[in-house]
């Protein structure tokens, strides 16, 4: 087996220490594995420029790479090669650091299971050109997870929306979360080794990580120590409201459930039926990949009807606007 950890915090400091005891973790329930490590602290990841090259080519019967070279290329052959990874972020205003979010825009997107096998299946009935066995299927063999997110503040709520974003990075090619833990209170504790507690959980998250891995009765990690989480799916705490009704959303999952007050407590049913069709399922993919692959049917004969207009006005309003507000 194949183990990954990735740290996007400083060079040896909280996120480095949780994320490599829980590759120690890993490592006693698979002694046999390589295990490998990435700091990210100094590579140079750029942010995906949205050029489109990478699924232009893939309909072009061609590779789906990032045509920007620097350092992401490394990090990505890394994950590829990971059968399990354990990924870990500290928190940076809220959310996970940019960098990762960098890293994921670029890498998330081409490794959609649901995207490259609809432009596959495509070539095999003639609606795009290319070999449909040629694509590497490798990239998107079975993975399992476990997130990490690191915040220094005490008050839970100053790391909001960090477990939460980790999941981003693993639910396109489909990777089982086997755990996501909110490392939070990191100024309060001073350093991982000063809580014998939280070494534990990393531990166990890093086991069940591999075990996860071939045996699917092994369950999602959750310590007693942390409260519950309220989507059966992704574990997370959050919900969307929609409006003028009970019913509500995982931000995460995107599944629709229905709330209610059992015991002064706020409940929500998910449905097995919307559990199946949550955004890191091929089911959950699939209506996502539908929905843009349809995109050009409607737009386009909208831009080709108005497409005299659209030009004038574009270039009215971009001369206006570059004699109106200075470029810096
Ligand atoms: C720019 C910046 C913003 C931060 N914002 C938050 C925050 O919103 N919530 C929080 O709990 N910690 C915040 N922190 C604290 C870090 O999450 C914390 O120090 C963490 O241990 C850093 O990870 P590292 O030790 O692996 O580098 C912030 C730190 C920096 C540098």
């Known amino acids: 087996m194949n183990i990954l950890g990735i740290s996007f915090g400083k060079k040896n400091a909280n996120t480095d220490i949780l994320v490599k005891e829980a590759l120690f973790g890993c490592r006693e329930a698979a002694p046999d594995a390589e295990i490998r490590f990435v700091n990210t602290c100094n590579l140079n990841i750029g942010r995906c420029r949205g050029c489109g090259a990478c699924s232009t080519q893939l309909e072009k019967g061609k590779d789906n790479v990032c045509i920007f070279k620097d350092d992401f290329q490394a990090l990505e052959e890394e994950v590829r090669w990971a059968d399990a990874i354990v990924l870990g972020a500290p928190v940076y205003v809220l959310q996970p650091v940019g960098q990762f979010k960098d890293f994921v825009d670029r890498f998330s997107c081409r490794h959609d299971y649901s995207a490259i096998t609809y432009v596959l299946d495509g070539r095999r009935t003639g609606k795009f050109p290319g070999d449909p066995d040629a694509y590497p299927m490798e990239r998107l063999k079975k993975r399992t997870v476990s997130y990490v997110s690191v915040g220094g503040a005490s008050t839970e709520n100053w790391t909001s929306m960090g477990t939460a974003t980790l999941h981003l990075f693993g639910f396109p090619p489909m990777m089982k979360v086997m755990g996501n833990y909110n490392a939070n209170a990191m100024g309060l504790i001073g350093n991982p080794y000063i809580d014998p507690e939280l070494i534990e959980n990393m531990h166990e998250m890093g086991r069940r990580t591999v075990k996860g891995y071939y045996d699917d009765s092994v369950e999602f990690f959750q310590p007693a120590s942390k409260p519950e989480g309220v989507c059966p799916v992704c574990h997370q705490r959050m919900i ?67 497409k005299e207009m659209l030009d004038q006005k574009m270039k009215e309003r971009i001369k206006g606007f570059d004699e109106a507000i200075k470029n810096v």
């Open 240 to 306: 969307t409201i929609m409006p003028k009704s009970t019913k509500v959303e995982c931000p995460v999952c995107g599944i629709e459930g229905q709330l209610r007050i059992e015991n002064d407590e706020i409940k929500v049913d998910f449905s097995e039926e919307q559990q199946n069709r949550a955004r890191g399922t091929f089911k959950g993919l699939r209506e996502h990949t539908v929905e843009i692959q349809g995109f050009g049917s409607i737009c386009g004969p909208k831009i080709m009807a108005n």
